[in-house]
């Protein structure tokens, strides 16, 4: 099963993670997601559990619990939904310019 852990303290790092569920049973990957461009903690992260019924247990536990001051949240993944639209993923965004042709409002 993939467990959604989020709002986790920005120092957390995936071997921390990993620790949180291993009591729980066998964790297969802990891996803390990180910013592309900074390459700092986005401040949450996936944990990956070969049993269901110790993940459930897991996230029935841990879900509320304090880590470094902050409350976590632990729940099931739900699974990525694909983006649609063919243009960057940027759908069925509005548009604003500033072109002075519209009294100089957006």
Do not use: H
Request: hydrophobic content about 30%; charged content about 25%.
């Amino acid at each position: 099963m993939n467990i959604y852990v989020s709002n986790l303290s920005f120092n957390v790092q995936d071997d921390d993670l990993r620790g949180f569920f291993e009591s729980y049973g066998e964790v297969t990957s802990a891996k803390i997601i990180m910013d592309k461009y900074t390459n700092k903690s986005r401040g949450f992260g996936f944990v990956e559990m070969s049993n269901d019924a110790e993940a459930q247990k897991a996230i029935a536990e841990l879900n509320g619990g304090t880590v470094e001051g902050r409350n976590i949240n632990v729940t099931e993944a739900k699974p990525r939904e694909e983006r649609t639209g063919g243009n960057g993923g940027g759908g069925n965004r509005r548009s604003f310019s500033n072109n002075n042709s519209g009294g100089g409002r957006w």
